[in-house]
């Protein structure tokens, strides 16, 4: 991370060239997408639509297995001390939110394996019988199908929290210290994840649906990003200037062109116009939010460490 005082060398490193990389906003992208398609999944299995052939909580929980261990595998790529990685899983700490990261990803890989169950290919079946059976045994328990699909839910939310979590409890940037992060990224995952699903579902009734939520997703976070700047604003005066990096700072036109207008207004406009059947769906919207996603975590993040605690006169 960047030191805590403002050099003139600071001020000459591009804003897309931090020392963090991209490994971190990566990271935080795909955990929050992950988080978000636990959830959709979780309400399907809950809500009774697994019996539906098409349902997307079949395949998803394969995507977001890929998905967070790809997230993983860029965590892993940031660390600076990578052959201590395992100790994290040897203790726990209550006060540490990277624990409590380590911990909930334990817990997250073994219900996407057991969602995976619930629906294996037809080749698994034949080589290994005894997942066969595990699966079939499994379908033949509504409740046990419902409470898998709470747990997804919890945790889901569990991991999509925690990636705000985890960037807000670094006190020494102003950006961060904001108890409202957490939020507004379990609302960008959850954005994302749906229009994610949005895009790729084969049953044209999850489209619908998620194309009305992701609406909904949206609005919640340009109200949380609101709040969080006004938060901001009306704080310290570092916590002012920390504002003002995304409101007329370095960061500005990426923050106002990328995140706002391209990533959250305009598919906002074409959902709320596919839903009331004003046009057809379109892919463009959910390929925007989920653009958008992506580049609010870069900009939060490399924002957030070129903030600091000294005001330059």
Same mark, same amino acid.
């Given at each position: 991370?960047?030191?805590?005082?403002?050099?003139?060398?600071?001020?000459?490193?591009?804003?897309?060239?931090?020392?963090?990389?991209?490994?971190?906003?990566?990271?935080?992208?795909?955990?929050?997408?992950?988080?978000?398609?636990?959830?959709?999944?979780?309400?399907?299995?809950?809500?009774?639509?697994?019996?539906?052939?098409?349902?997307?909580?079949?395949?998803?929980?394969?995507?977001?297995?890929?998905?967070?261990?790809?997230?993983?595998?860029?965590?892993?790529?940031?660390?600076?001390?990578?052959?201590?990685?395992?100790?994290?899983?040897?203790?726990?700490?209550?006060?540490?939110?990277?624990?409590?990261?380590?911990?909930?990803?334990?817990?997250?890989?073994?219900?996407?394996?057991?969602?995976?169950?619930?629906?294996?290919?037809?080749?698994?079946?034949?080589?290994?019988?005894?997942?066969?059976?595990?699966?079939?045994?499994?379908?033949?328990?509504?409740? !046990?199908?419902? $409470?898998?699909?709470?747990?997804?839910?919890? +945790?889901?939310?569990? &991991?999509?929290?925690?990636? @705000? *979590?985890? %960037?807000?409890?670094?006190?020494?940037?102003?950006?961060?210290?904001?108890?409202?992060?957490?939020?507004?990224?379990?609302?960008?995952?959850?954005?994302?994840?749906?229009?994610?699903?949005?895009?790729?579902?084969?049953?044209?009734?999850?489209?619908?649906?998620?194309?009305?939520?992701?609406?909904?997703?949206?609005?919640?976070?340009?109200?949380?990003?609101?709040?969080?700047?006004?938060?901001?604003?009306?704080?310290?005066?570092?916590?002012?200037?920390?504002?003002?990096?995304?409101?007329?700072?370095?960061?500005?036109?990426?923050?106002?062109?990328?995140?706002?207008?391209?990533?959250?207004?305009?598919?906002?406009?074409?959902?709320? !116009?596919?839903? $009331?059947?004003?046009?057809?769906?379109?892919? +463009?919207?959910?390929? &925007?939010?989920?653009?958008? @996603? *992506?580049? %609010?975590?870069?900009?939060?993040?490399?924002?957030?460490?070129?903030?600091?605690?000294?005001?330059?006169?």
């Amino acid at each position: 991370m960047l030191e805590l005082t403002t050099t003139r060398h600071n001020e000459l490193i591009d804003p897309f060239f931090h020392a963090w990389g991209w490994e971190i906003p990566v990271y935080l992208f795909l955990g929050g997408l992950v988080a978000g398609m636990m959830i959709i999944s979780g309400y399907f299995l809950f809500s009774g639509r697994y019996k539906e052939t098409d349902c997307s909580c079949y395949y998803l929980p394969r995507l977001s297995f890929i998905f967070l261990s790809l997230g993983m595998l860029a965590l892993f790529l940031d660390l600076e001390h990578k052959q201590y990685v395992w100790r994290l899983y040897t203790t726990f700490r209550v006060t540490s939110p990277m624990s409590w990261g380590s911990w909930i990803l334990i817990l997250v890989y073994p219900v996407l394996i057991a969602n995976m169950l619930l629906r294996l290919p037809e080749t698994t079946k034949q080589k290994i019988p005894l997942l066969k059976k595990i699966s079939d045994k499994m379908n033949s328990s509504h409740n !046990l199908i419902r $409470n898998i699909g709470v747990i997804n839910m919890f +945790l889901g939310a569990m &991991l999509g929290m925690y990636t @705000g *979590i985890l %960037l807000s409890s670094l006190g020494a940037r102003p950006l961060w210290s904001t108890s409202i992060l957490w939020l507004l990224f379990l609302m960008s995952g959850l954005s994302g994840a749906a229009a994610f699903v949005h895009l790729i579902a084969k049953n044209v009734y999850e489209r619908e649906l998620l194309a009305k939520a992701d609406n909904g997703f949206l609005i919640i976070e340009l109200f949380v990003i609101m709040l969080m700047i006004i938060g901001l604003v009306v704080s310290t005066q570092v916590h002012k200037e920390a504002a003002m990096l995304l409101l007329s700072g370095r960061y500005a036109a990426v923050f106002w062109v990328f995140v706002i207008f391209i990533g959250i207004l305009i598919p906002l406009l074409l959902q709320l !116009l596919a839903v $009331n059947h004003k046009i057809h769906h379109t892919p +463009l919207a959910p390929i &925007l939010v989920i653009t958008g @996603g *992506i580049i %609010l975590r870069f900009v939060i993040v490399y924002a957030g460490e070129y903030s600091h605690w000294f005001i330059v006169k």
